[in-house]
């Protein structure tokens, strides 16, 4: 049982350049989640979808997309990278509304 | 502004002693709290939770208490154990369909020494 699979683990950008971080999980969970995480600071809410085809934003949404075409891919588009988007990615799922998250392993992005 | 808080960035115990880990927060909406434990180049995996209605819960080593008219909670680890070391985040959710939409504080490095 895999659970939840990012990829890439790295990746270095340039300023301007566009790229999708993948997520899929095979848990059959409804609920899929993006965080970030920058240097010294908690994981902060990208995106977050309750099901295939419904997605919401979270606390910092600006400057990516998301998609939720089946349960278990929800991919993460930066288009335009900027420095500001340097930091690790972490997806992770959760069976329902009040079930406990499952993360990935993480993405660390780096854009120069 | 910053709801959640954890003012230790780091701590340091003997194996075998107890481990305190504090959390703060800000937010009168939280009501459901989480600790996750993270080891380098891993995902957070979820340790110990509690409800707002409770202020103690228990799971083998680790006891969470939650002191809501403070607005305080803290993990205790006994014994601790090499394997701990890891850094831990304190999480908190405004509940109802928001449950899965955490709210992380900075974290806290925790190195237990043999």
């Known amino acids: 049982n895999a659970g939840v699979t990012q990829t890439p683990k790295f990746r270095i950008l340039k300023i301007g350049q566009s790229m999708t971080l993948q997520c899929t999980q095979d848990?059959?969970?409804?609920?899929m989640y993006w965080y970030r995480q920058d240097p010294g600071m908690g994981l902060k809410l990208i995106y977050y979808s309750v099901g295939a085809g419904i997605t919401d934003k979270g606390e910092v949404p600006n400057g990516y997309n998301v998609s939720r075409s089946t349960t278990e891919d929800f991919p993460l588009r930066l288009e335009l990278a900027a420095p500001s988007q340097t930091s690790v990615y972490f997806c992770?799922?959760?069976?329902?509304?009040?079930?406990?998250?499952?993360f990935g392993n993480g993405t660390r992005l780096t854009v120069t | 502004d910053q709801q959640v808080k954890q003012n230790s960035p780091s701590l340091s115990v003997q194996e075998g002693r107890i481990s305190i880990l504090n959390c703060d927060y800000t937010n009168s909406m939280f009501d459901y709290f989480l600790w996750y434990k993270k080891y380098p180049a891993e995902g957070p995996t979820f340790l110990i939770s509690?409800?707002?209605?409770?202020d103690k819960n228990e799971d083998g080593r680790f006891t969470v208490f939650l002191n809501k008219s403070a607005k305080h909670l803290s993990l205790h680890i006994v014994p601790s154990q090499p394997g701990d070391s890891a850094v831990y985040f304190c999480a908190a959710s405004a509940g109802g369909t928001s449950y899965g939409k955490l709210t992380f504080g900075q974290g806290t490095i925790l190195t237990v020494h043999p």
């Open positions: 509690i409800s707002s209605i409770k």
């Open positions: 992770a799922s959760s069976y329902g509304v009040e079930g406990t998250l499952h």
């Open positions: 848990m059959n969970h409804n609920y």
